[in-house]
């Protein structure tokens, strides 16, 4: 009797396009290079999200930067509908602008402020994996040193120290800057973000936002893979609560 | 209706952009700077609007009430 090979769940991402986004296609072709994955831009005008299985609002300058990052981008219609799925358990990744958009709109807690330095930083550095226990860390392992590209003038996270006692005893800090060797140092902080932070996820551990751009070391001809890890989780969670259902 | 709005960093929030005009003001030869704070102001002309709603868009948009700080005067 012949084997039945099961055939990868089907997956469908959303990307986020918004006026100045400029890491949607790259995101895209990240995605779609996993079997099974089929990854559409949306334009940010648009009101609905449904039959999508996670969210990933991109990198890059919407609306300019004007007033503040992703200040403007929090108030595009298609806000509504990430905010809607968002509560109920979709994943949604923002990177780099991304981050900043999720930040403005209150689905992650803090800000990201002004490099320290005042400088553009873009560069590959290191980051270390702090936490696996989240849909977008789950292929990783604890303590792990990733090497991620970042990109940005305003990545110095920031929160008052409420927030990040909390952050930090419900294990949201997913990763922080660190050397080559793992040690999370000043030495190894870009931006001066607080505790080194790179990435956090929200309290219900479905939304996840980082400065740095995995979608930037998916393929070897690109210099590395070691953003793989973080699309291979968040489909493995997909597929998983898909079957599930 | 013709507003301003002044916002600023909060107190306790290092601005790294003041930290660097005020060394460049050193540098120019002013002596004993104490502190130098970087915000915006916003200037607003717009009919009917009233002054709650004003504030909630301060709140909402022209701040970032994790960090800032603004002023909403009405001027006329």
């Known amino acids: 009797m012949a084997t039945i090979s099961k055939a990868p769940t089907a997956i469908k991402v959303a990307v986020i396009q918004f006026p100045g986004s400029n890491c949607d296609t790259d995101c895209q072709a990240a995605l779609a290079s996993f079997p099974g994955v089929t990854a559409e831009i949306v334009w940010h005008k648009e009101t609905s999200l449904a039959g999508y299985d996670a969210i990933v609002l991109p990198g890059g300058f919407s609306y300019g930067d004007y007033l503040r990052c992703g200040s403007i981008a929090r108030f595009s219609p298609i806000m509504g509908a990430v905010r809607n799925a968002a509560s109920t358990g979709v994943l949604v990744l923002g990177i780099c602008n991304g981050f900043q958009i999720l930040c403005e709109a209150g689905l992650l807690p803090g800000t990201l402020m002004r490099n320290r330095d005042l400088l553009f930083r873009c560069e590959t550095l290191h980051l270390r994996v702090e936490n696996n226990e989240s849909p977008f860390t789950s292929v990783l392992h604890q303590g792990q040193v990733l090497e991620i590209p970042i990109a940005h003038g305003e990545g110095s996270y920031f929160a008052d120290a409420e927030t990040l006692k909390a952050l930090n005893e419900n294990n949201q800090v997913l990763v922080r800057y660190c050397d080559a060797s793992g040690n999370v140092s000043a030495a190894a902080n870009p931006n001066g973000s607080l505790e080194n932070i790179a990435g956090i996820c929200s309290h219900g551990r479905n939304v996840f936002g980082l400065m740095p751009h995995p979608e930037r070391v998916c393929e070897p001809i690109l210099g590395g893979t070691d953003g793989r890890g973080i699309f291979k989780s968040m489909i493995e969670w997909m597929a998983t609560h898909k079957s599930n259902n | ?76």
Do not use: F, W
């Open chain 2, 1 to 76: 209706m013709k507003a301003v709005v002044t916002v600023m960093p909060k107190p306790a929030i290092l601005d790294p952009a003041g930290v660097a005009a005020g060394r460049a003001m050193e540098h120019l030869g002013l002596k004993g700077v104490r502190s130098v704070r970087i915000g915006k102001s916003i200037e607003i002309e717009v009919d009917g609007a009233d002054e709650k709603q004003l504030h909630e868009i301060c709140h909402d948009l022209l701040s970032n009430p994790v960090v800032e700080d603004y002023k909403l005067e009405i001027l006329s």
